[in-house]
């Protein structure tokens, strides 16, 4: 789940930012709608995150434009603008949900997952590989009725090798997937990744196996009892 926040807030870039990743997802933050769009360009997000406050172009037009374009994105309203009318005008435009400043981490957490299990990333909301089951929103992972205990980091990885299952998934997908604008991962780090993923996996009777393809990337197939 790779999420976009356009917000002209230096404190709330970095206060929603950080409520993101502390629930396993990846976040790119820019504080223009000029940024924000150049990044829509660049890459495909799960999640848009808006303000309407923003410095350069209104939030409402912005919003309005991208659906014009076709932008099937869910896009959820972070906005001051309280009043119905407003709340109103921006659903009309496009927007998912809406969420007024203030709000809780927790609230925004939430909302997220609830889109998430409407958007069509989330159409397999469970995921089951093996004696694996995933649970997408709440970022659960069981095996044969016992919770595996995964870092956010491992568990976006293990996803995206489940969604694969018997697929090669190259490995510059996968520092894709776990990069971040000024962060990108290198070879290694997913090297690394990989690893503690596999010896986690690899201690439950999951069915399942974490192969190395050599020069490729990496797939998770089924393996008999």
């Known amino acids: ?9 230096a404190r709330l870039r970095d206060l929603v930012s950080e409520a993101v990743r502390d629930a396993g997802w990846k976040i790119d933050a820019f504080a223009t709608a000029e940024l924000g769009r150049a990044a829509l360009a ?3 997000y799960d999640l848009l995150l808006l303000d309407l406050g ?30 119905i009318d407003e709340r109103i005008a921006g659903l009309d435009a496009g927007a998912d949900d809406y969420l007024a400043k203030p709000f809780h981490n927790g609230e925004l957490v939430a909302r997220i997952r609830a889109l998430m299990r409407r958007a ?25 009725g016992a919770e595996i205990t995964l870092a956010p980091s491992e568990k976006g990885l293990l996803e995206l090798l489940m969604r ?11 520092e894709h997937a776990f990069s971040e604008f000024g962060d990108e991962k290198s ?39």
């Open 42 to 44: 660049d890459h495909t």
């Open 1 to 9: 789940m790779r999420i976009l926040l356009i917000e002209d807030s």
């Open 120 to 144: 069509p990333v989330t159409s397999m909301p469970v995921l089951e590989y093996g004696a694996l089951r995933m649970d997408v929103a709440s970022r659960r992972v069981m095996c044969s």
């Open 187 to 225: 070879s290694n780090a997913v090297e690394l990744a990989v690893s503690r993923l596999r010896k986690k996996v690899e201690g439950h009777k999951t069915g399942t196996l974490i192969e190395t393809v050599r020069g490729v990337g990496y797939m998770m197939r089924e393996v008999p009892d």
């Open 54 to 83: 923003l410095p350069d172009e209104d939030g409402l037009d912005v919003l309005k434009s991208l659906r014009e374009e076709k932008l099937q994105t869910p896009v959820l309203v972070l906005t001051a603008r309280g009043a």
């Open 164 to 174: 694969n299952g018997g697929k090669v998934v190259a490995k510059s997908k996968i």
